[in-house]
């Protein structure tokens, strides 16, 4: 069973910027992609952005990159988001995910990620 624990958010004024981080004690971290989903209140879990096992590829929601990185350091089993510029519809309940996948492969489908962090909610006032 893989744990992912997840840290960071809070609350933030509308252009401000916070990292949130999402790490697992699993010694075989480096073979699991892992992505970021949210959850705005009444609405449905949706797709933020992924990174392959290695850290090499990267893939976003439309609209996030540029404002939204997400990057990882397998020696320390972490995988971040940058969230940058943020504004009140960011805000949400974000979870970390992590799924079995080849090297340089990523997706945007809930259905490939079979572990999942506690969520950590993020506040965005304007």
């Known amino acids: 069973q893989v744990q992912l624990v997840q840290s960071g958010g809070g609350s933030v004024q509308a252009g401000g910027s916070l990292r949130l981080s999402c790490t697992t004690s699993?010694?075989?971290?480096?073979?699991?992609?892992v992505a970021w989903f949210r959850q705005a209140a009444e609405k449905e879990r949706e797709f933020v952005a992924c990174?392959?096992?290695?850290?090499?590829?990267?893939q976003y929601r439309p609209g996030l990159m540029g404002r939204f990185t997400i990057s990882r350091d397998n020696a320390k089993k972490t995988v971040y988001l940058q969230m940058n510029n943020l504004t009140s519809e960011d805000t949400a309940v974000y979870y970390c995910?992590?799924?079995?996948?080849?090297?340089?492969?990523?997706?945007?489908?809930?259905?490939?990620?079979?572990?999942w962090g506690q969520g950590t909610q993020v506040t965005v006032s304007s």
């Open positions: 990174v392959d096992t290695s850290g090499g590829n990267t």
């Open positions: 995910a992590a799924g079995a996948g080849a090297r340089g492969a990523t997706s945007s489908r809930r259905n490939d990620y079979r572990y």
């Open positions: 699993e010694r075989t971290a480096s073979a699991y992609r």
